[in-house]
C-alpha cells in the first residue's frame, strides 16, 4: 500500500474544495431530511460528545460527515468527497485533537442538523461550508504553531 504525502498548501486546496463540496451536499440534503433522520444525525452528534478518546471520536466524525454527505442523494457527489476527504485523513484526525476543538466541531454538526431539518437549505449549506474551513484553519494554526 502507497500513501502519497501531501504538503500543507495541497491540504489548503483539497480543505477548500472539501467545504464546496459539503456545502453542496447541505442544499441538496435539506430538501431530504426529516425529523427521523435528523434524529439519528443528533444519535451520532450525542455519541461524539461521550467519545472518551480521539480513536473513539475519529470514526464516528468520519462516518457523520459521510451520512450528512450521503443525504444530498448524489451518488457522485459522495464519491468526489470521500475521495478529497481520504486524502485529508491526518491532518482532519490532528485537526480535531484538542478536546474544546472536539466540543466546537460537535456544536457545529447541531446547527447544521438544525437547519437541515429545518428544511434551510442555503443556511445550512453555509454551515457546512464554514465547518470545514474551520477544520481548514485549526490545520493552518497547527502548522504555524512553534514547535518545543
Same mark, same amino acid.
Do not use: C
Given at each position: 500500500?502507497?500513501?502519497?504525502?501531501?504538503?500543507?498548501?495541497?491540504?489548503?486546496?483539497?480543505?477548500?474544495?472539501?467545504?464546496?463540496?459539503?456545502? +453542496?451536499?447541505?442544499?441538496?440534503?435539506?430538501?431530504?431530511?426529516?425529523?427521523?433522520?435528523?434524529?439519528?444525525?443528533?444519535?451520532?452528534?450525542?455519541? +461524539?460528545?461521550?467519545?472518551?478518546?480521539?480513536?473513539?471520536?475519529?470514526?464516528?466524525?468520519?462516518?457523520?460527515?459521510?451520512?450528512?454527505?450521503?443525504?444530498?442523494?448524489?451518488?457522485? +457527489?459522495?464519491?468526489?468527497?470521500?475521495?478529497?476527504?481520504?486524502?485529508?485523513?491526518?491532518?482532519?484526525?490532528?485537526?480535531?485533537?484538542?478536546?474544546?476543538?472536539?466540543?466546537?466541531?460537535?456544536?457545529?454538526?447541531?446547527?447544521?442538523?438544525?437547519?437541515?431539518?429545518?428544511?434551510?437549505?442555503?443556511?445550512?449549506?453555509? +454551515?457546512?461550508?464554514?465547518?470545514?474551513?474551520?477544520?481548514?484553519?485549526?490545520?493552518?494554526?497547527?502548522?504555524?504553531?512553534?514547535?518545543?
Amino acid at each position: 500500500m502507497f500513501v502519497r504525502e501531501i504538503t500543507v498548501e495541497e491540504a489548503a486546496q483539497l480543505y477548500d474544495i472539501r467545504a464546496s463540496l459539503f456545502g +453542496l451536499a447541505g442544499r441538496l440534503a435539506a430538501a431530504r431530511v426529516g425529523a427521523a433522520e435528523a434524529q439519528a444525525l443528533r444519535a451520532t452528534a450525542d455519541s +461524539l460528545d461521550k467519545a472518551d478518546s480521539m480513536d473513539d471520536y475519529y470514526p464516528l466524525n468520519v462516518g457523520l460527515h459521510r451520512h450528512l454527505v450521503a443525504l444530498s442523494g448524489s451518488p457522485r +457527489l459522495v464519491e468526489l468527497y470521500d475521495g478529497v476527504s481520504k486524502e485529508l485523513h491526518l491532518f482532519r484526525r490532528h485537526g480535531l485533537e484538542p478536546g474544546a476543538a472536539r466540543r466546537t466541531s460537535n456544536e457545529q454538526h447541531r446547527r447544521i442538523i438544525d437547519q437541515l431539518e429545518a428544511g434551510n437549505g442555503e443556511d445550512a449549506a453555509r +454551515l457546512m461550508e464554514a465547518h470545514i474551513l474551520a477544520g481548514k484553519n485549526r490545520m493552518l494554526a497547527e502548522h504555524d504553531r512553534p514547535r518545543p
